[in-house]
């Protein structure tokens, strides 16, 4: 699986759009992006995957770039229970396990 | 609530010792996957089982071991604890196998094993 590079931390106002970058320059053709997130020490959740077009549903927008080698979380509406670890995972659409990188520690704030 | 339920929430045990943790899967849902969060370690996959048989196996060690019995619920066994062992352990479900078409994997509440 291609291995993914995130920024530690980022701040967000509440009500605000959150824009959480990944960096995957080595995704290979059958790889999807997936995204979970991990409430303080809660089991990690889902939030959206996509393969090369955008996506989006009732959480979150995943903005996947043309080259495929990053995409962009975009929660359109920040509230204080979206402070959370983000984390973007690369995966074959086949495999069975996650791996988690170290993640996106953001912090939405009034 | 992701559905997915893990027994007990904490743990508190000595070194050398052994613990079974436990976890109920989702209605329906046939794959039951096992993760170790710990400091240093962060996320990390250690098995999967399918109705019953490994399907992948990840870094667990060989202290550790785990099954699915027939209602589908799965044990991981941790023995000879360590004081590394120390982690947050977190159980999965998904309804398929995990190839082919995206299985979303719901995780449960985790339990949190505490070795002295």
């Known amino acids: 699986d291609a291995k993914t590079t995130q920024p530690p931390s980022m701040d967000c106002a509440e009500g605000r759009a959150a824009n959480l970058p990944c960096n995957h320059s080595?995704?290979?053709?059958?790889?999807?992006v997936y995204w979970y997130r991990q409430i303080h020490s809660q089991g990690p959740q889902y939030i959206i995957h996509?393969?090369?077009n955008n996506e989006t549903n009732e959480m979150a927008s995943l903005i996947i770039t043309e080259d495929r080698k990053s995409s962009t979380l975009i929660l359109p509406h920040a509230t204080l229970r979206d402070t959370a670890v983000y984390y973007c995972?690369?995966?074959?659409?086949?495999?069975?396990?996650?791996?988690f990188g170290t993640g996106t520690q953001l912090k939405v704030e009034l | 609530d992701s559905g997915v339920t893990q027994t007990p929430k904490h743990l508190i045990t000595a070194t050398g010792q052994r613990v079974t943790l436990r976890c109920s899967p989702r209605?329906?849902?046939?794959?039951v996957y096992w993760y170790q969060q710990s400091l240093d370690q962060g996320l990390q996959f250690l098995i999967q089982?399918?109705?019953?048989?490994?399907?992948a196996k990840g870094n667990i060690l060989e202290r550790f071991s785990a099954q699915q019995f027939p209602d589908l619920h799965s044990e991981l066994n941790l023995s000879s604890l360590e004081l590394g062992d120390s982690a947050l352990y977190f159980c999965?479900?998904?309804?398929?196998?995990?190839?082919?078409?995206?299985?979303?994997?719901?995780f449960g509440p985790g339990t949190r094993l505490t070795v002295l």
């Open positions: 089982y399918y109705n019953g048989e490994e399907r």
């Open positions: 999965a479900s998904s309804t398929g196998q995990g190839g082919g078409k995206f299985n979303e994997q719901f």
């Open positions: 995972i690369v995966k074959a659409g086949g495999g069975n396990k996650l791996t």
């Open positions: 209605s329906g849902d046939l794959s």
């Open positions: 080595t995704i290979s053709g059958n790889e999807y």
């Open positions: 996509g393969l090369k």
